[in-house]
């Protein structure tokens, strides 16, 4: 494997354009650039950090390490850590390239990146500070981006991995997410991933069986339909799936987080411009709670 190395401060705002930073983050990740330098403990940490995270590189489900251990130092502004998936970007694509995965595809997923750095900087957090073992996904192999929706190799477990076996198939099966900013869930564009995944993965991952996409999302909240259109994508959405085991806890703030950024503000401050919106303030403030429901259905083996 190639030595692990960052890109010096003038190739590294072309290197981040190609990962769909945003220009506004430019400066401030060449600040932690610069600064990393010039610490050699902060470098020593980021080392080992990058090191660990390499090792990941095509595993399934291993812990990300990034969720309450960050190294220390690697709060600054978010972007000591946008700096680590920079670094792993080139063993990331080289992994793909070795399971013949093409270079749009690997363009495509890795640009979460920068997708994730907006969603952050809109739900208040610096840097990738919001979330940053979502993106261990994306640079360790497990997750692909093909057209509206993003497939995560996944071996269920625990409870689910009992309800999927009732429901005749697993543990292995695609965990589908819907990712921010990429237009319409329309039930064309969802066809159109779903056909791309199951020849994605019977081509690239042949020795792994996923007979089954599944989902765990409030999206597939069956309340939703008592306030959205039959029509709504949301709702079409959720017809493609048949339920994989009841809801546990309420949990609105999941929807909250997702639609409106903030999961603090009063419900009589938050807009209300679209029906989905106005679903999820009228429904809290009428004291009924909302749910992340599991849903799931089978990948037919002659598609894509």
Not at 58 to 78: E, H, I, K, Q
Not at 89 to 104: D, F, K, N, V
Not at 151 to 165: E, H, I, M, N, S
Not at 194 to 204: D, I, M, P, V
Request: charged share 20%; with cysteine; proline share 9%.
């Amino acid at each position: 494997m190639e030595p692990f190395t960052l890109p010096d401060t003038e190739q590294l705002p072309e290197v981040l354009l190609e990962l769909a930073v945003p220009f506004e983050e430019v400066n401030a990740v060449l600040a932690a650039r610069t600064a990393l330098a010039r610490d050699r403990g902060l470098r020593s940490a980021f080392d080992e950090a990058l090191r660990e995270q390499s090792a990941a590189i095509g595993t399934v489900g291993r812990p990300s390490g990034l969720d309450g251990g960050r190294p220390t130092g690697f709060d600054a502004a978010g972007h000591l850590l946008t700096l680590l998936f920079v670094a792993l970007a080139p063993h990331t694509r080289a992994y793909h390239r070795a399971l013949g995965i093409s270079p749009a595809v690997s363009r495509t997923t890795l640009a979460d990146l920068g997708r994730q750095l907006v969603v952050s900087r809109w739900r208040g957090h610096p840097g990738v500070l919001g979330n940053p073992s979502w993106l261990t996904l994306h640079f360790r192999g497990e997750l692909y981006q093909l057209g509206r929706l993003q497939f995560q190799r996944k071996r269920l477990t625990g409870p689910d991995a009992v309800a999927a076996a009732v429901a005749g198939f697993g543990p292995w099966c695609l965990q589908l997410h819907v990712p921010d900013h990429c237009g319409p869930l329309s039930p064309e564009a969802c066809d159109r991933a779903l056909a791309r995944a199951r020849g994605f993965f019977a081509r690239h991952f042949p020795t792994e069986p996923y007979p089954a996409a599944c989902v765990f999302s409030w999206l597939l909240d069956p309340q939703l339909r008592r306030y959205l259109p039959a029509e709504s994508n949301i709702v079409r959405f959720q017809q493609r799936f048949t339920p994989l085991r009841p809801p546990g806890e309420p949990e609105d703030d999941n929807p909250l987080r997702y639609v409106f950024g903030d999961t603090d503000r009063p419900l009589d401050t938050l807009p209300r411009d679209t029906p989905l919106q106005r679903a999820l303030v009228d429904h809290l403030r009428a004291g009924d709670h909302w749910y992340v429901v599991g849903g799931w259905l089978a990948l037919d083996e002659d598609g894509g």
